[in-house]
């Protein structure tokens, strides 16, 4: 099966989209996006948005609603949000064909995380989409059924939710199978797909099974079992008005017919294929249907239309390497600024924590100047004065932890990051504060001291005077 053709039907077999039957207003979402929302409740919006982008196949929206999510995630601050985004990345690369390592490199950030977290439910996803990267994009197909596998196995640990995920990896499982020409293993994971959609209302799932089992029986050699198929694709795309099946089932069922040598039927459907391809703009498939179209009318001897389909395909084959180069500055751009907005979202949370641990250091530096102050104007407690220069020697250290937490920013700054220039910097700084300690610690000490001496001298005259009463009393009482 060409690159071309399973990117197309791909975008929408994925059916991991629960948006997609509802063909949800994006207008709403928008109105509801420019007014206040709680975090979360925007990240959801924006989560479904981005679903319908991926459903309708609208790149250029979901590259701009990518942007935007990841922004909200990165403020949550949230694994499972991080997730879901890096999924949502990862498929708007897939989707978008040509930036195979760009789509590998966010699933496996989002693979990572899911990983250490035990979201299963969305691991599995993200092995299924590097499986279907590896195997559309790169042909790795040893990898992409490493993957498959890995999805396959965490089947049985996902949440009720992922109703139709099953279905998902079965279907690509056998996909996989149908590119490397092993027909039986793919006729297993399609039947396998086909019972996971038992009791499921799941459309754009079940069309995708349908498109597996046709492929797998013309791949058979199967015509009559591929042709049932096909015209039962055929009629459930029709009925549902789905152009991305009325293509890829017309053409395909138009190659079984031309092989056949109907060469009529097989011109019908390659027609009805070029009308729905053009329909949604998939000029990918337009230069394969032009082909197809070419070599139909090769056979019956229109020279007329041969030269057309020649020029139709000429066409559309310089606009597809256009619109290529176009997408490929455009992914460049686009992964450009993801990772602008992963480094500032790292640094906005560097600088909260920076903040927090400032906060932190000052509360204690209060607390112990407090302590220390207490223990100062304190008439009736006697003060060790070697606990005195021990809380001195922590609130030195806090205050220089104080100090370079303060001035960390600004010393990078300055010194462009030289390790040797910020040390030299530091040093300085605890040259200042060890004299200033001294001197603080010399004075808090000498009024310690002072202040003992003060508490133990008016002990004493009260000990004096009551031991001159008793001694008085003792008189009076033995004359």
């Known amino acids: 099966m060409s690159l071309i053709i399973l990117l197309s039907f791909n975008s929408i077999a994925k059916g991991q989209n629960p948006y997609v039957n509802a063909r949800q207003d994006t207008a709403s979402i928008n109105k509801r996006l420019a007014g206040y929302c709680k975090p979360w409740e925007r990240f959801d919006l924006l989560n479904r948005k981005s679903g319908y982008f991926i459903a309708v196949g609208n790149m250029d929206s979901l590259g701009t609603t990518c942007q935007q999510i990841l922004m909200q995630a990165q403020q949550l601050q949230k694994d499972s949000a991080l997730i879901v985004t890096y999924n949502i990345i990862g498929d708007y690369f897939l989707l978008r064909g040509g930036s195979w390592a760009d789509g590998l490199e966010y699933l496996f950030k989002g693979i990572q995380l899911a990983e250490q977290t035990g979201y299963n439910g969305y691991l599995c996803s993200l092995y299924l989409d590097a499986s279907t990267i590896y195997s559309i994009g790169l042909e790795d197909f040893p990898n992409a059924l490493k993957y498959g596998r890995k999805a396959q196995a965490l089947l049985n640990n996902t949440r009720p939710s992922h109703t139709n995920l099953p279905a998902q990896v079965y279907a690509a499982l056998g996909k996989i199978f149908i590119r490397t020409n092993e027909p039986d293993s793919a006729l297993y994971y399609t039947q396998r797909a086909n019972e996971a959609l038992i009791g499921l209302k799941d459309d754009y799932q079940y069309q995708n099974v349908l498109m597996i089992f046709a492929r797998t029986y013309d791949l058979m050699k199967d015509e009559a079992l591929a042709e049932t198929y096909y015209k039962k694709l055929i ?70 239309s041969i030269y057309y389909y020649t020029l139709l395909k000429d066409a559309y084959s310089d606009s597809v390497n256009n619109e290529n180069k176009v997408s490929k500055l455009q992914d ?137 009463k008793n001694e008085q009393s003792q008189k009076e009482s033995n004359p």
């Open 235 to 304: 009629l459930i795309a029709d009925s549902l008005n789905f152009q991305v099946y009325k293509q890829i089932s017309k053409y395909w069922y138009a190659n079984l017919l031309y092989q056949r040598a109907d060469y009529q039927a097989s011109k019908k459907y390659c027609m009805q294929s070029l009308s729905a391809a053009l329909h949604i703009h998939n000029f990918n498939i337009v230069v394969n249907i032009a082909e197809l179209c070419k070599k139909i009318y090769t056979k019956t001897g229109n020279k007329d």
């Open 332 to 468: 460049i751009a686009l992964n450009q600024r993801l990772h602008e907005i992963e480094v500032e979202g790292k640094q906005k949370q560097a600088e909260q924590e920076r903040q927090e641990r400032l906060q932190y250091t000052l509360i204690t530096v209060g607390l112990i100047s407090f302590f220390i102050l207490f223990l100062l104007l304190s008439r009736s407690i006697i003060t060790n004065v070697k606990l005195i220069a021990f809380l001195g020697i922590l609130a030195l250290l806090i205050v220089f932890e104080f100090l370079n937490l303060f001035l960390h920013p600004y010393l990078q700054k300055i010194t462009h990051h030289q390790p040797m220039l910020m040390l030299t910097a530091m040093v300085i700084i605890a040259a200042l504060l060890i004299p200033l300690h001294h001197r603080l610690e010399h004075w808090v000490t000498h009024k310690m001291v002072e202040k003992n001496k003060k508490i133990r001298l008016a002990a004493a005259k009260k000990t004096i005077a009551v031991l001159e």
